[in-house]
C-alpha cells in the first residue's frame, strides 16, 4: 500500500506544497511508504531542473550535479517523514571557472532549487565581492561583513573573486577578518544560508590552500569549462532567439567566424562576448534601417545581416 504524504514544508517557507499530514515529530510507520513522484512534482523541482536543461547550452556535469543535490534533498525530506535524522547536508560550493561560463545564471537558478526544497526560507541571491565585505578601516569589516550575511541568510550568498578576501602578503589585513566571521557562520547557521565562492580554478585552489578552514566547509567544487566554439554559436543563436532576432543564413559564416577569431583574443570572455557582440549587432541593425529609411517589414525587423557583425571590431573593441 501507498501512503501519500505531502513534504510538509518547514514553517515560514511560503512553498506551495502545504499538506502537513503527520504533525511535526509524528515520523511514519516504519511500514508506510511514500509516492516519490508525487512528491518530486509537489516540490516543483523539475521545474528548475528543466529551465537550467533549457536555458543554459553544455555544462553537462554542472547540470548533473544540481540533479544530484536536488535528487540528496528530495531523499532526505522523505526520510525525515519517517524520522530518520540524517542531519543537514552541508552544501557550501565553490564555482570555478572563466569569466562568462554561467556560474552567476546556475547561482540563481540553484537558490531557487534550494527553497523549492525547503533547504533555505527565502531562495534568493547576494551576490558580493571583497569590497562589499571588507572594510578601509579597523573596526570596519565585522560589520560590513555582518550586514551581507544578515542580507544573505536564507538564501545564497555569492562570493565572486572570493580569493581576494585573502591577501597573502599582507598579514594585517582586514580580508582575514571577514574570512573568519564567514567561516562561523558557513559552520553555525549553514541550515539558512548556503555560500558560494567563484572565481578562477587556479586562484580558488591557491586560495584554499592559504585557507585550509574554508576549503574544509566547501562540499562541492563545480567547474566551469570554456565553451567549445560550436558550443557559443548556439549560444548566440538562442540570445538572438530569445530576443526576437535571427541570422541572416549568410551571415551564419560571418558570425561564426567571429566567435572563433573573438575566442582567442584577450579578455575573451565566453557567453558573456557572444551576448555583447549580439548587443553591437543590434545597434548597428538599427541605424541601418533608420539610415535606409522608407518602410520595413517584420523580417527586415528581425534579420541581422553579415554586415551588423563584420563592423565588430576585434581588437581593442572590449569584451
Ligand atoms: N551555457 C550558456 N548558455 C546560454 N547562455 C549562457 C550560458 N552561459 C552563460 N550564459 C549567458 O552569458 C551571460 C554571462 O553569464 P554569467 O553571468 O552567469 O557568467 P559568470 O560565469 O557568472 O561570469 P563572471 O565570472 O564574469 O561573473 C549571461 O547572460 C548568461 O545568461
Ligand atoms: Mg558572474
Redo the contacts with the bound molecule.
Keep these: 500500500m501507498t501512503e501519500r504524504v505531502g513534504f510538509g514544508m518547514r514553517p515560514g517557507s511560503g512553498s506551495p506544497a502545504e499538506e502537513e499530514t503527520s504533525s511535526a515529530g509524528e515520523p511514519l510507520p516504519p511500514d508506510a511508504s511514500i509516492d516519490l513522484a508525487k512528491e518530486r512534482a509537489d516540490s516543483q523541482v523539475d521545474e528548475v531542473l528543466d529551465a537550467l536543461d533549457r536555458e543554459l547550452v553544455g555544462l553537462v556535469p554542472v547540470k548533473t550535479r544540481i540533479r544530484e543535490i536536488a535528487a540528496l534533498l528530495l531523499i532526505d525530506r522523505v526520510r525525515e517523514r519517517f524520522g530518520i535524522d540524517s542531519g543537514r547536508p552541508n552544501l557550501h560550493m565553490c564555482f570555478t571557472g572563466s569569466?562568462g561560463t554561467g556560474?552567476?545564471t546556475v547561482a540563481v537558478r540553484l537558490a531557487e532549487l534550494l527553497h523549492r526544497l525547503g533547504y533555505v526560507r527565502r531562495g534568493h541571491l547576494v551576490?558580493v565581492t571583497r569590497d562589499d565585505l571588507v572594510g578601509q578601516y579597523v573596526g570596519h569589516t565585522a560589520p560590513k561583513t555582518k550586514e551581507v550575511l544578515k542580507r544573505a541568510m536564507g538564501g545564497v550568498l555569492f562570493i565572486?573573486e572570493a580569493y581576494y578576501l585573502y591577501r597573502a602578503e599582507n598579514e594585517r589585513d582586514y580580508g582575514q577578518e571577514a574570512i573568519e566571521i564567514l567561516l562561523q557562520v558557513m559552520e553555525n547557521q549553514r541550515d539558512d544560508l548556503v555560500v558560494v565562492l567563484?572565481g578562477y580554478k587556479d586562484r580558488m585552489d591557491s586560495f584554499f590552500s592559504s585557507n585550509p578552514g574554508m576549503s574544509s566547509r566547501i562540499a562541492h567544487h563545480i567547474d566551469f569549462p570554456d565553451y567549445a566554439a560550436g558550443e557559443l554559436e548556439e549560444i548566440g543563436t538562442m540570445m538572438m532567439e530569445r530576443e526576437g532576432y535571427r541570422l541572416d543564413p549568410a551571415a551564419e559564416p560571418v558570425f561564426r567566424e567571429y566567435v572563433e577569431r573573438r575566442r582567442k583574443q584577450p579578455r575573451f570572455a565566453n557567453a558573456r562576448s557572444v551576448r555583447n557582440a549580439i548587443e553591437r549587432a543590434r545597434l548597428r541593425h538599427a541605424n541601418r534601417l533608420l539610415d535606409a529609411g522608407g518602410s520595413v517589414d517584420r523580417a527586415e525587423l528581425t534579420t541581422l545581416r553579415a554586415d551588423d557583425f563584420l563592423g565588430s571590431r576585434v581588437f581593442g573593441a572590449g569584451s
Design positions: 569569466p556560474k552567476t551576490s565572486d567563484a
